[in-house]
Antibody, heavy 122, light 114 residues
Framework: EVQLVESGGGLVQPGRSLRLSCAAS????????MHWVRQAPGKGLEWVSG????????GYADSVKGRFTISRDNAKNSLYLQMNSLRAEDTALYYC???????????????WGQGTLVTVSS | DIVMTQSPDSLAVSLGERATINCKSS????????????LAWYQQKPGQPPKLLIY???TRESGVPDRFSGSGSGTDFTLTISSLQAEDVAVYYC??????????FGQGTRLEIK
């Protein structure tokens, strides 16, 4: 059974940093691209970042470029999102999602975790 | 970025009736080399993560009831629920994965029972 379990969310002050993690199981992690997608309270879905199976191809939304860094550790079946210089508008539920294939572009998101909540507030 | 626009924003349909949600992309998401439309549909129920329903614009994900179908090509797409059930109340999103730079979602369509 495919499982994605996000962790690392919480309350953080503007300008500070936070690192999210996503633990994957039930599939061959290093065969698939992975993504982070966020959802602000009561709002729609916003893609944040994606990473290919071997970390060779990475993409970011313009809203987080230069502040967020996606990475993965295939030996640990884990995906990460380092979030720096956090802003109030980064407040959202952050989902980890598995792509259908190995490249971060060109595939739908076939499975999603339950999400971890990030609140940026003083 | 490719902009995805859904219509309507909300929809109320009677049980057993047909529900239709539209999605329009700002540029074609049809890849000519493989003739595939890089378009997916997701369902999100309250308090739950999104669930993939349809990919390649018309391929139903495993386990998705056959009352859900996707159609369209190029820039105009439709999600149809042929006979609405109570458990279909949700927000539905279209998404393009054609762009090599970014994935984008539509704003969502809220589906309710009339």
């Amino acid at each position: 059974e495919v499982q994605l379990v996000e962790s690392g969310g919480g309350l953080v002050q503007p300008g500070r940093s936070l690192r999210l993690s996503c633990a994957a199981s039930g599939f061959t992690f290093d065969d698939y691209a992975m993504h982070w997608v966020r959802q602000a309270p009561g709002k729609g879905l916003e893609w944040v970042s994606g990473i290919s199976w071997n970390s060779g191809s990475i993409g970011y939304a313009d809203s987080v470029k230069g502040r967020f860094t996606i990475s993965r550790d295939n030996a640990k079946n884990s995906l990460y999102l380092q979030m720096n210089s956090l802003r109030a508008e980064d407040t959202a539920l952050y989902y980890c999602a598995k792509a259908r294939g190995g490249y971060y572009s060109g595939y739908d998101l076939s499975f999603w975790g339950q999400g971890t909540l990030v609140t940026v507030s003083s | 970025d490719i902009v995805m626009t859904q219509s309507p924003d909300s929809l109320a349909v009677s049980l057993g009736e047909r529900a239709t949600i539209n999605c329009k992309s700002s540029q074609s998401v049809l890849y000519s080399s493989n003739n595939k439309n890089y378009l997916a549909w997701y369902q999100q129920k309250p308090g739950q993560p999104p669930k993939l329903l349809i990919y390649w614009a018309s391929t139903r994900e495993s386990g998705v009831p056959d009352r859900f179908s996707g159609s369209g090509s190029g820039t105009d797409f439709t999600l149809t629920i042929s006979s609405l059930q109570a458990e279909d109340v949700a927000v539905y999103y279209c998404q393009q994965y054609y762009s090599t730079l970014s994935i984008t979602f539509g704003q969502g369509t809220r589906l309710e029972i009339k």
